[in-house]
């Protein structure tokens, strides 16, 4: 064989050989691409499932106002899991809203096109988080508490303590002023009434002024004109139990929990006094959507599902947990209605 059909055999057989090469290689950077897009995706799902979703269904996806998303058959590798029917479900939900058995608490829609933030790939981002099923990043992203912020006085305290000139008056002579159905007349003496005594510093106004006052105090919340006050208020007693790291009360705490604004509209004292004594031995039959005493007498064979419980056992008297209770217990909002589609 002459030198230059041997020449010309190697430089085809390097071609041949560069050409597997690459081949191979691209396979394995297309491989890596994808997996790469797929773990960022996850990461940035986390990141907005923090933001907005962990408030109900859990700082892990273990359920709490919600039902439980760490599914084992919604995670990818599992045997019963199926991609176009899991991703499809959650998408739906997501996107408009879900039904809730619970009083005031509708899961919103989180779709643009129903009127809320989030927008497709925003979506897809958390669906890929919950499928790829990475449930301790959320921890991450949680937002740092804010301790400065005011706790709101709950239903009780404000029929026991009006705050408002209005309030005292409208309380005071509920036969005036229409009650808790007043007339476009009544509403507008009320109005009038109050201005002409808040004028003069009247009876009312100094009543009112001397409730807020006493709010403050039962609640705790500091006052920026008295540096340096010492406070025993319901907010240094649950702050000092550490259930503002995790939860939001008005403006202060946080979002990795449920807000406890508006507690009272779903759970009752009772309730509330069992699950803060001890949450691990609530069972997941009396939690989230399935809280009782709404399905009493329905016969119940189904549940939403929900996973062991994020939020640990807290140390304190039967006293403090009385306190607890009872200012949660009253806080209280009005009923949710899902939104309908704005396209």
Known sequence: MSTRMVLSVAFVAFVVIGMVVYVLNEGRRADYNILTSTEEYAHLGAELYAANCSQCHGPQGE??????LNRPEWHVGDKNYDETTVQTFIRNVVHRGQYSPQPGIQMPAWSKDYGGPLNDEEIQKIITFITENQWTVPLEYTATPNFVGAFPPNSAQKKMYPSTTQEVLAAKNPAKYGGATPTAEQKAALSADAKADEAAKGPAYQEAQANTEKLRLILGNPDPNKPGEKLDGLKQLIQGKGCLNCHAIGSAGTTLG?????????????????????????????????????????????????????????????????KIVDYLSNLKTAEVVLPTANK
């Open 258 to 322: 449920p807000s406890l604004t508006e507690v009272g509209s779903r759970r009752d004292a009772d309730w509330l006094n069992t699950w803060i004594k001890n949450p691990s031995l609530v069972s997941g039959n009396n939690r989230g959507p399935n809280v009782m005493p709404w399905f009493k007498g329905d016969n119940r064979t189904d549940f939403w599902p929900m996973q062991p419980t994020f939020m640990p056992t807290i140390p304190m008297t039967d006293e403090e947990r009385a």
């Open 63 to 68: 359920g709490a106002i919600g039902p439980a």
